[in-house]
Each structure stands twice: as C-alpha cells, then as structure tokens.
C-alpha cells in the first residue's frame, strides 16, 4: 500500500483491502471459481480454461496466493493450486461481517 499509511488502519482492514484487490480482476474471479469447482487444479488446465496466455494467468495466481486465497504445491515441473481454506473462511467472514454492518435507515440518504 505504500504511500497509503496502511498501518495507520486496522489489522482486519487491511485484511479486507488485501481481498479486495485480489477479486478486483474478473480474470482472478474466473481462477477462483475453477478451484472451487475442481477443488484442486494444475495452472496449465487454468490457461486452457480462460482467454489469457500463461504469463498473464501466473501473475494473477500469483496475486491470489499473496492475498492468501489460494495456495500451490510444487511436483515436478507444474504447481498445482487450490482454495486456501482457512484463509478462505476469514475473508468470508471479514467480507460478510462488513457487509452486514450495513443497516437500511428508513429514508434515502441522498
């Protein structure tokens, strides 16, 4: 976050801020759900699976295991990736708890 003075703001906020960036890209969005429906996949079967060459879909593997959402096993010459599932659980429940803060006043705001 560099210039943002991130570490003025809470442990959870950045947190939150860090899953955001990584499902800002429909590219990760479409990475993610792959994993979830193969439960584990081979980062050649993503490059089949979307428009992108390889180069581009390991950079967003790689910003998706830096926000922790995922992880990867080396074997052989191929990683393999899944959903990290303890990271997963807290950004679910980071993502929910602040979208449920959210209580509906009686009148428009603005």
């Not at 943002?4 to 947190?15: A, G, L």
């Not at 860090?18 to 081979?42: M, N």
């Amino acid at each position: 976050m560099g210039a943002s003075k991130s570490e003025e703001f809470t442990v959870k906020d950045n947190k939150i801020a860090k899953y955001a960036k990584a499902l800002s890209h429909p590219a990760r969005v479409a990475i993610l759900k792959l994993l979830i429906q193969r439960q584990a996949c081979i980062c050649g079967d993503i490059v089949e699976e979307l428009p992108l060459s390889q180069s581009t879909v390991s950079q967003h593997l790689k910003e998706l295991k830096e926000a922790g959402l995922i992880q990867g096993d080396i074997e052989g010459a191929k990683v393999c990736y899944c959903i990290d599932e303890k990271e997963w659980k807290q950004a679910q429940h980071y993502l929910t708890e602040l979208f449920d803060a959210y209580k509906k006043a009686g009148e428009k705001c603005c």
